[in-house]
């Protein structure tokens, strides 16, 4: 049987993808000050778990990352609603959201926002769906 040799692919695929990682978290965390948030945080997560599958295998990659990606999709729904409901506790309106700031021990003054959470349930929707999409496709054969 035919091996392909994809050892370039496996060597620069460890590197893309600790940068792709990184700058999706970067992205998902400067999202509700900045450019970014949950969406284009979890399509580059995406993009760099696809290219691990790419480079690795499926039987690799789910040693490494046993993760239903399609259970993510009703968990970050379920964020994501839930911020904009939690709301409705205070008396504001819908998705409606407050900051404030905190001490913490290590990273010192941090402003902690509600929106924050709304872009972490986003975050795990686009990822569970577009790694459900691409699995099945890449399955269809």
């Known amino acids: 049987m035919y091996k392909p040799n994809n050892l ?3 060597t620069t695929t ?9 700058f ?6 400067a999202g509700h000050n900045a450019p970014g948030g949950g969406f284009v945080g979890g399509l580059m997560t995406s993009a760099a778990i696809v290219l691990m599958y790419m480079a690795y295998g499926s039987a690799v990659l789910e040693k490494v990352l ?13 964020i994501a609603v839930g911020t904009g409901l ?9 998705l ?6 905190f001490h913490v021990p290590v990273f010192g003054e ?12 986003v975050y795990f929707t686009v990822l569970g769906v577009t790694i459900s999409i691409i699995l099945s496709i890449a399955n269809d054969r």
Do not use: C, K, Q, V
């Open 86 to 94: 939690a709301s409705f506790i205070f008396g504001e309106a819908f």
């Open 24 to 29: 999706s978290i970067y992205l998902l965390l």
């Open 8 to 10: 370039i692919l496996r």
């Open 96 to 101: 409606s959201h407050t900051y404030g700031y």
């Open 14 to 22: 460890s590197l893309i993808a600790f940068i792709l990682l990184g």
């Open 110 to 121: 941090l402003e902690l926002a509600t929106a924050m959470l709304f872009d972490f349930g």
């Open 66 to 78: 046993p993760i239903n990606y399609r259970l993510l999709i009703p968990t970050g729904l379920l």
